[in-house]
Each structure stands twice: as structure tokens, then as C-alpha cells.
């Protein structure tokens, strides 16, 4: 089975730019995730969607949202890019955000890089 | 003060050793913790999950959990090379909310 894929990989931009970045959960979830890492830092928890709806926002400023598809795929958008922003960004996947024992699977990332 | 805490490390340990890693949480309501491997570049990958006092072993590794004195522990037994890592600890306050992670322990295991 497939695992949590996000796209792109890679992605350079520059300051004031925006960025959209795809996550697609592992077949049967419902829930994703949202965390931005920072070299050297562990990760930091930006939105949680659940059935197409928000159930978490993270400590982040409103140049970010996201939205999430029938399908449970999710998108995150970033507005006026920051170089502070230059991080991984990490989609993670779960069953059913109710149970004490669900637990969080998470995509390969993206590496964002602000110049 | 943190809301989860790990020693940064790195933890050197010789090949075939014990390797020990401690975290520790400030809210007491945490419910559920969780143990993940990051390799350089690479995302977390879950290794353990905990939920109640005691100890849980999977293989080579065993996760401690006191919930009384706010900690949570890994080991890796027999210590390989390719356990050298970055490893997270995570704990969610309740069902399926937000992980909250620390920043990670460097673990370097030595051949």
C-alpha cells in the first residue's frame, strides 16, 4: 500500500512569492496533518483537517492555510513568503482523530527554500 | 519552560550497546506519546507508541512511560550503525490532537 505522498519535493522561491504545497493520505485515512521542521528543530504542528474540516491550528500567521478535498487529499498555502519560512514541510496521516491510539504517519516532505 | 524536552545530544554509543534516551512533558493531561526516527534529510518515522504506565518492547527497542514523574524513555538494544539517528519524541494531549514534539535526540552509534 501507499504510503503519505506530497509533491513537489523540491521547491525554491522568492520572498513575497506564493507556494502551494499537495499531500495525498494513506488509503482509509481521514485526517491530515500540517507541520513545518526547521533545520535543526523538531517539527511544528500548522493545521489539522479532518472530514474536510479544520480541527487544529498551530501558532502560525494567516499567510497560511489550507483546505481539504472529498477525496482527503489536502493542500497547504503559504502568502507573502518569508525567508523564515525556508523549512520541511511535513503531511501526516491518520484514521480517525478521536481515539487515544491513533497515531500519525507522515509524507517525505517538502523542502522549501525562500531566496 | 518546554512543553516536551530531550537532550540534544549527540549520544555516542559503541556498536552492540544499550543506547538511552529520556524525554520529558510539562502537561500532565498528555495522553498518548510516541517515539519517531528521523534519518538526515529524511521525514519522521514512527518506531513507538505508548499510552499507559509501564514498559512496551518491539524488538530492539523499549519505551518506559511514567506518567506520575513526566517521562518518557526509549532503549535500543544491541545499538547498529544504521540506528544512528535524529530521534523525536511526540505526545498528544488528547485523542487525535496535535503531536507536540521535542527537539530531538542525535544518537551516533560507532562501528
Known amino acids: 500500500d501507499a504510503g503519505v505522498t506530497q509533491s513537489p519535493t523540491h521547491l525554491i522561491k522568492t520572498r513575497g512569492q506564493h507556494v502551494t504545497l499537495r499531500c495525498s493520505p494513506i488509503?482509509?485515512?481521514?485526517?491530515v496533518s500540517w507541520y513545518q521542521q526547521v533545520l535543526g528543530q523538531g517539527p511544528q504542528f500548522i493545521f489539522q483537517?479532518?472530514?474536510?474540516?479544520?480541527?487544529g491550528r498551530g501558532n502560525f500567521p494567516d499567510r497560511f492555510s489550507a483546505r481539504q478535498f472529498p477525496n482527503y487529499s489536502s493542500e497547504l498555502n503559504v502568502n507573502a513568503l518569508l525567508l523564515g519560512d525556508s523549512a520541511l514541510y511535513l503531511c501526516?496521516?491518520?484514521?480517525?482523530?478521536?481515539?487515544?491510539?491513533?497515531?500519525?504517519?507522515f509524507g517525505p516532505g517538502t523542502r522549501l527554500t525562500v531566496l | 519552560q518546554k512543553e516536551v524536552e530531550q537532550n540534544s545530544g549527540p549520544l555516542s554509543v559503541p556498536e552492540g550497546a544499550i543506547a538511552s534516551l529520556n524525554c520529558t512533558y510539562s502537561?500532565?493531561?498528555?495522553?498518548?506519546f510516541f517515539w519517531y526516527r528521523q534519518y538526515s534529510g529524511k521525514s519522521p518515522e514512527l518506531i513507538m507508541s505508548?499510552?499507559?504506565?509501564g514498559d512496551k518492547e518491539d524488538g530492539r527497542f523499549t519505551a518506559q512511560l511514567n506518567k506520575a514523574s513526566q517521562y518518557v524513555s526509549l532503549l535500543i538494544r544491541d545499538s547498529q550503525p544504521s540506528d544512528s539517528a535524529t530521534y523525536l519524541c511526540?505526545?498528544?494531549?488528547?485523542?487525535?490532537?496535535?503531536?507536540?514534539f521535542g527537539g530531538g535526540t542525535r544518537v551516533l552509534v560507532k562501528p
Open positions: 501526516a496521516s491518520s484514521l480517525v482523530p478521536e481515539t487515544t491510539t491513533d497515531t500519525q504517519y
Open positions: 488509503s482509509g485515512h481521514k485526517s
Open positions: 483537517y479532518y472530514e474536510k474540516e479544520e480541527r
Open positions: 502537561d500532565r493531561v498528555s495522553q498518548s
Open positions: 505508548i499510552y499507559s504506565n
Open positions: 511526540a505526545v498528544t494531549k488528547a485523542a487525535g490532537n496535535k503531536l507536540t
